[in-house]
T-cell receptor
Framework: GAGVSQTPSNKVTEKGKYVELRCDPISGHTALYWYRQSLGQGPEFLIY????????DSGLPNDRFFAVRPEGSVSTLKIQRTERGDSAVYLC??????????????FGPGTRLTVL | AQKITQTQPGMFVQEKEAVTLDCTYDTSDQSYGLFWYKQPSSGEMIFLIYQGSYDEQNATEGRYSLNFQKARKSANLVISASQLGDSAMYFC?????????????FGAGTRLFVKA
């Protein structure tokens, strides 16, 4: 079956602009995660969705970052007034469920965001 | 304090030999899961192996095994019979069930180079 897909694969924008990054999880996966990976670092947790609701958004760095998952499948990460420090690869992952200590997360290829 | 520490920024191994990638973790939660992911140059994160905090036996998946030493809080990844295709970044990660919300915390990674 199809894996996690993310669009666009690359996004170049100017400082101060608004961007949207899309994630299409594996069909049937109720849990969806967003991570940010800066160069030379491991992924950093941003937000977790169980179904349509954001069950844990403690990783969002500030109120310029927002994510939605209105129908419990596709999710959009929205960044307002982008800053150069937002440049990173944004990874999306999904899993069958988000509860418990075991949850194999399937990652998408990421969106590389560059803020000029 | 770092939750996940990977002290080897880079490692070299000869093809067909075994290699150990180190990972130590810090948690006060009694219930947690430990994961290893591989990230090739293509950027996609690939799940390799999982170890639960209550599992008494070390996890194994093909050529991958996890050397779990709970008292030392270490979860080293052992790759046997290294192949050229094993050259990649490797990330250790942890999910705390009771205290960590729904986030998975990743280490900074170890870059493995397999020599022919």
């Amino acid at each position: 079956g199809a894996g996690v897909s993310q669009t666009p694969s690359n996004k170049v924008t100017e400082k101060g602009k608004y961007v949207e990054l899309r994630c299409d999880p594996i069909s049937g996966h109720t849990a969806l995660y967003w991570y940010r990976q800066s160069l030379g670092q491991g992924p950093e947790f941003l937000i977790y969705f169980q179904g349509t609701g954001a069950a844990d958004d403690s990783g969002l760095p500030n109120d310029r970052f927002f994510a939605v998952r209105p129908e419990g499948s596709v999710s959009t990460l929205k960044i307002q007034r982008t800053e150069r420090g937002d440049s990173a690869v944004y990874l999306c992952a999904s899993s069958v469920t988000g509860t418990g200590h075991y949850n194999e997360q399937f990652f998408g290829p990421g969106t590389r965001l560059t803020v000029l | 304090a770092q939750k996940i520490t990977q002290t080897q920024p880079g490692m070299f191994v000869q093809e067909k030999e075994a290699v150990t990638l180190d990972c130590t973790y810090d948690t006060s939660d009694q219930s947690y899961g430990l994961f290893w992911y591989k990230q090739p140059s293509s950027g996609e994160m690939i799940f390799l192996i999982y170890q639960g905090s209550y599992d008494e036996q070390n996890a194994t998946e093909g050529r991958y095994s996890l050397n779990f030493q709970k008292a030392r809080k270490s979860a080293n990844l052992v790759i046997s019979a290294s192949q050229l295709g094993d050259s990649a970044m490797y990330f250790c990660a942890m999910r705390e069930v009771n205290t960590g919300g729904f986030k998975t915390i990743f280490g900074a990674g170890t870059r493995l180079f397999v020599k022919a």
